[in-house]
Every structure is written in C-alpha cells, then in structure tokens.
C-alpha cells in the first residue's frame, strides 16, 4: 500500500533533520538549501515500513515560503507535526496547523524534536500541550525524538506504523489526478512532471490532458523513487515523462507546478466556485491579516492542490466573516484552474501575510449570477451535508435543474463514468429519479411537464375550437421555451399518446376535443353542405362553394369536421357521397376481382377528377393493389 506522509511545522525546527534519519535521504536538494540550512522548496524521500511504501514530503517552514508548504501538504495521508523542544509553539507552528486543518487533514502525529536540548523535557511536553489547547490535535500523543541521539525514533515509526495499518483505503471510485509539483526538462528526455497521483492508476501509454492549459499528452515512462514502473497507483509520488507537452514559457502555454494532470473528457477549467468558507478560532502572532474580519469583496489568494491564483471573495449572508465563523460563499477566480466539488482549499490574504480561511468546493461549476439568492441558498445547504459522495451530489444538482443527462449529470467531478452510471441506475431502480431519452428527471418535473404539455393542447382547442389539433410545430417550440430539454420532447409525445391524446396529421389533439363551427360561419357551411348534396358527384368547383374569407373559412371547417373529404385540393365531396362512391369502388372489385379505372369511373358515374383521387387513397390506405392499368382488393 503506497501513502504519503509530510512534515509541517515552524522553521528550523528539525523537519528535514527528521525525514533523513527515518529514511536516510536528505530531503534539502537545492545548493541555497545546503548553504542556508533552510528548506526553500518541497524535499522528498521515501522509506518502506512493513507493507507499506511511504512517500515523504518535507515541506519549508519560513514564512516566505509558505506558498510551497501549501502546495506540498493538499495529498497527505498523514501529517508529521513538528515542534522543536527549545523554542516552543511559534507562529508558523499555529500557521501550519491551521492550513492543515483547511485541507481536511486531521491524521496528525505531534513530534517533539531537539528532545535532547530540553532541560525538562516532561515540562516541556506540558508548555506544548498547553499550547494546543483549543485545537484539532490537543488530545494527540507527542512523542519527543531527536535526531541527533536517535531518541524516540522507534517510537516515532511504531506510531508511523500503526497510523498506515489503520488508514481508509483510498476512493475507489475517483478518476485519476495529479496535482503537479515540479516540472523540468532533462537533456534527451522531455518534459517530466512529478506530483502525488491520487485516484484510479495510470499506465505507459495513457492519454492525459494538462489543465488549465488544456493540452494533451502521452506517457512514455513512470517512475516512483527512480524505479521505472508500468504504472502507478493512489498515493504513490509519480514521475511521469510526458515529451509531447511543452513546459510554460514567457507567451506560450505549457505545464508547470499548479498544472493538473487528468484523463480527458472528464474536467474543465474553472473560474467560480462555490463554497463552504470557515476560519479558525485563533489569530496568528505577528499576522494582522488574521485577526480582522474577512470582507465581502475581499481579493484574496486560493492555493488549490498546487496552484495558487488570485480570487475575489463575495459572501452570501453577511459582510463580514469574523474568527471562528463559517458560511457560504463565491470565489471569483482572475485565472481558471481545474477544480472538483469535494475538493479542499486554502485562501491566503491577497498581500501573502496571513492564512485567512479555507473550506470545501460544494460546487465547481458555478453560476456567478444569483449567488445570493434563496434557491442557491437552498442548493448549498442540501450540498454542504455530504459535498464528497455522489448520490447526494446527484440528488442536489436537481435543485438547480429539474433534467440532468443521465451519462454525465454533474462538471467536475471526481468520479469515474462507471460509477457514475451505476449511481443513476440505482437512483432509477429506486425510483428517486425517473430516466427519458438519455436524461434522469426529478419525478415531480416529468409529472409537471407532461401536465403542461397537456394543457397546452387544451388552451389551444379552447382557443381554436375550428381546428382538429394544435400544430406539433407549434406544441414542441412552446415546450421547449419552457426550457424542456429538445430530446425529451418525442418522450413527452410518446406519453400523451398512451394518455388521452391522439396524433393527427401534423398536429397532435385530445381525443375528447370535438369541432365546433363560430355561429357567424354557421349559415355560410350550411350554404355549402346544400351545393354538395345538390351536386351529388359532380358538386361545384371550389372556388364557387368559397368565393370569400368567410366561406373559405366554413368549408375548412367542414373538411376538419370531416363532413366534406377532400380528395384532393379541386377535388371534393360531402361525406355521403364520398361514400357512396368508395363503395362502389369496393363492391366491383368484390364481384369482378380486377378493374381498370376507366372500368370503376364508367360503373361509378363519377368523373376522372374525383376517380383518380379516390384509388390513389385507397393504395395508399392498404385497401387496393395495384398492378399496371388493373387494380384488386389486397
């Protein structure tokens, strides 16, 4: 099992000393390190413990270098807190603890180190315990070590020990991602990144893409420690050659510490977030930032994983966020990063003196309009209960829109497709969701569509009483302005056609809709029903029986009504006639098997403009073949 431990802690309290005594490399790579006894940039090492392989990070504890402790600390499984017996809690003891805290850290083991130069060194425990009153660790045990006598070291790894047999197994369910830390180029190679890989493996020649930069890339080789690998795995540190993506250079685009590295079509950049905020309770000494009240609009830092970029805070209660409080808020970001809901974050103040607050992304694809509303109000209330599971990520993103696809119903993410789709099935089967047309729906929305789409039709027989059925044109653009997703829109058909509705044409009608003629066209069809039956089969040409607006108007409304037939456009009858003359059509084939339609026109009485129309029909309706000049009965 590979995890990952880091040092955190006040400068020169012995944190590199002690990873080169538990693993017995020297975590301090950079000549101004070695020169200067101060770690500037992140050290790493590596030691194996039983089954366990355990990656080491030794962070710096300067103040001026805090940004690089941020980016060292986002991926630990376990924090190795130190604080130095000769010195005591110091400022970026409480800085460090705090940062930890924000990142959701809280597997902590307290190392008193330089125990040799304690005068009395149970005194000195109490002074620290006294110390870390009031914080997340005042009941963890201190184990006082030095690295100069190698006192308490076993100790110290028998407690490293017992902390990795009792750690969660990673998510199972998490794409991979890997927040980039060092970026270079050696001679011949390429591009090689390196970072701490959390999620689902990675193998030689996977395909990922770099964000933000969104460049794609390929993997010629893994290293873990300087072992060549085929893959690599959760919490393992990860080198990966990458010689197809650039490195960043002044104008051009390229990967870089902050960069993330992902499998495509699963992320996006961002540029809001929003958030659950919190503070500590305790000031900083010698931080002013840390003591005020965070404000509304405040421009501040984000440090996300390992990237940092500046933001503008917009709380969404209060003006004011005050020691120990917490709420929701927005981060406005001025750079997009590739973020995920249930991600942890730090915000610094936007002069780097002071550690503000950090929290919890509840939603990394953010609106920034309506953000102090009462329904994104009610959104994040439902999302702060459980922002790092699915089902209820699922079941909140409703809130914000009553249709989800059912493939991929949340951006930024850090789920896999297959458990994504086996959540949305679950949510099918137990009927928290209905799924159309390759979308999940809020149940109370499928029955509120459907019923306005129902009523639609009603309003518009209420309103068009003349005419059969309401445009399917007409129905779906009305539908569709009600922000019903285009796909659904056969689903929604296909459900009023099994409940009461009927398709006719190209309009779509209640099956208890019946006609009814204005009273002013009354006498106007009553006028052109009499001419029909006057005429029998030889009726007046169209443009006599509906010279005006108002009688063209009547006979539409008789050939809707179907008391007249239109054959064809110049060709029409009265309903009787009509089918008196099919019949006809019907008995001699009965009785003479075949017929010419010159045979059927003669034996009819009817003319060739109306015979024609009628046997075109009935091919088309299945009730006649025909075969060259002959027709029969199918």
């Keep these: 099992m590979n995890i990952i431990l880091g040092t955190a802690g006040h400068i020169d309290h012995g944190k590199s000393s002690l990873i080169k005594i538990l693993s017995g490399i020297d975590p301090d790579r950079l000549p101004e390190?070695?020169?200067?006894?101060?770690?500037?940039?992140?050290?790493?090492?590596?030691?194996?413990?039983?089954?366990?392989?355990?990656?080491?990070?030794d962070v710096p504890g300067h103040a001026d270098f805090i940004n690089n402790m941020v980016s060292g600390v986002g991926a630990l499984d376990i924090a190795l807190f130190i604080v130095a017996a000769d010195d005591g809690w110091m400022p970026q003891s409480e800085e460090h603890l705090q940062i930890l805290n924000y990142l959701g850290i809280d597997n902590i083991i307290i190392a008193l180190t330089k125990s040799d130069l304690a005068e009395d060194l149970d005194f000195t425990i109490e002074l620290v315990r006294e110390d870390l009153i009031g914080t997340t660790v005042e009941e963890?045990?201190?184990?006082?070590?030095?690295?100069?006598?190698?006192?308490?070291?076993?100790?110290?790894?028998?407690?490293?020990?017992?902390?990795?047999?009792?750690?969660?197994?990673?998510?199972?369910?998490?794409i991979p991602r890997l927040s980039v830390d060092r970026a270079f180029s050696p001679k011949g190679t390429g591009t090689v990144i390196t970072g701490t890989l959390t999620g689902k493996a990675v193998n030689k020649g996977d395909s990922l893409v770099s964000f933000p930069e969104g460049l794609n890339a390929s993997i010629r080789n893994v290293q873990n420690h300087n072992?060549?690998?085929?893959?690599?795995?959760?919490?393992?540190?990860?080198?990966?050659?990458?010689?197809?993506?650039?490195?960043?250079?002044?104008?051009?685009?390229?990967?870089?510490?902050?960069?993330?590295?992902?499998?495509?079509?699963?992320?996006?950049?961002?540029?809001?977030?929003?958030?659950?905020?919190?503070?500590?309770?305790?000031?900083?000494?010698?931080?002013?930032?840390?003591?005020?009240?965070?404000?509304n609009t405040e421009t501040v830092v984000l440090h996300h994983g390992t990237s940092r970029t500046r933001a503008r805070v917009v709380l969404l209660d209060r003006t004011t966020l005050d020691l120990g409080d917490k709420c929701f808020a927005q981060l406005r970001l001025e750079s997009p990063i590739a973020a995920c809901t249930g991600d942890r974050f730090v915000i610094r103040d936007g002069g780097q003196q002071g550690t503000l607050a950090g929290g919890i992304i509840l939603d990394a694809a953010a609106k920034a309009g309506g953000f102090r509303s009462e329904k994104r109000a009610t959104f994040l209330t439902l999302r702060e209960k459980s922002p790092e599971t699915l089902r209820p990520l699922i079941l909140s993103e409703f809130t914000k829109s009553p249709t989800l696809s059912a493939t991929q119903?949340?951006?930024?993410?850090?789920?896999?497709?297959?458990?994504?789709?086996?959540?949305?099935?679950?949510?099918?089967?137990?009927?928290?969701?209905?799924?159309?047309?390759?979308?999940?729906?809020?149940?109370?929305?499928?029955?509120?569509?459907?019923?306005?789409?129902?009523?639609?039709?009603?309003a518009w027989h209420k309103h068009n009483t003349d005419s059969p059925s309401m445009p399917i044109g007409k129905w779906r653009t009305q539908l569709l302005a009600e922000s019903t997703p285009e796909p659904l829109l056969d689903a929604i058909e296909k459900?009023?056609?099994?409940?009461?509705?009927?398709?006719?044409?190209?309009?779509?009608?209640?099956?208890?809709?019946?006609?009814?003629?204005?009273?002013?066209?009354a006498p106007f069809a009553t006028q052109i029903l009499k001419a029909f039956k006057a005429g029998g089969l030889t009726p007046p040409p169209r443009v006599e029986l509906a010279p005006d607006e108002a009688t063209q108007q009547a006979l539409t409304f008789l050939i809707r009504s179907g008391q007249v037939i239109e054959l064809d456009p110049k060709a029409l009858l009265d309903a009787a006639n009509f089918q008196k003359?099919?019949?006809?059509?019907?008995?001699?084939?009965?009785?003479?098997?075949?017929?010419?339609a010159s045979e059927l026109r003669e034996q009819s009485g009817a003319s060739r403009k109306f015979i024609m129309p009628l046997l075109e029909g009935l091919d088309a309706d299945g009730l006649t073949i025909r075969d060259g000049d002959y027709r029969s009965l199918a």
């Design 581 to 596: 003359l099919r019949q006809s059509v019907i008995n001699h084939l009965e009785q003479n098997t075949r017929a010419t």
């Design 33 to 57: 390190e070695k020169a200067r006894g101060v770690t500037i940039e992140l050290g790493f090492a590596h030691l194996r413990m039983g089954e366990f392989e355990i990656g080491l990070i």
């Design 227 to 295: 072992i060549a690998l085929d893959s690599s795995v959760s919490g393992m540190r990860t080198a990966l050659n990458l010689p197809d993506l650039p490195l960043k250079q002044r104008g051009k685009p390229g990967v870089s510490r902050g960069s993330l590295l992902t499998l495509p079509d699963h992320l996006s950049s961002v540029t809001t977030l929003d958030v659950l905020l919190q503070r500590e309770n305790r000031s900083i000494k010698g931080q002013s930032a840390t003591s005020r009240a965070l404000k």
């Design 140 to 174: 963890a045990p201190i184990i006082p070590v030095s690295s100069i006598t190698g006192d308490g070291i076993d100790a110290l790894k028998a407690e490293i020990l017992e902390r990795a047999k009792n750690l969660k197994s990673a998510p199972k369910h998490h």
């Design 409 to 458: 119903p949340l951006t930024n993410i850090p789920f896999t497709k297959e458990h994504i789709s086996q959540t949305v099935e679950k949510l099918v089967k137990e009927k928290k969701v209905a799924q159309r047309s390759g979308y999940i729906l809020a149940p109370h929305w499928w029955k509120e569509i459907t019923g306005k789409a129902a009523a639609l039709i009603d």
């Design 495 to 521: 459900h009023l056609l099994s409940n009461g509705y009927s398709k006719q044409k190209d309009g779509i009608a209640s099956e208890e809709h019946s006609l009814e003629l204005p009273q002013r066209l």
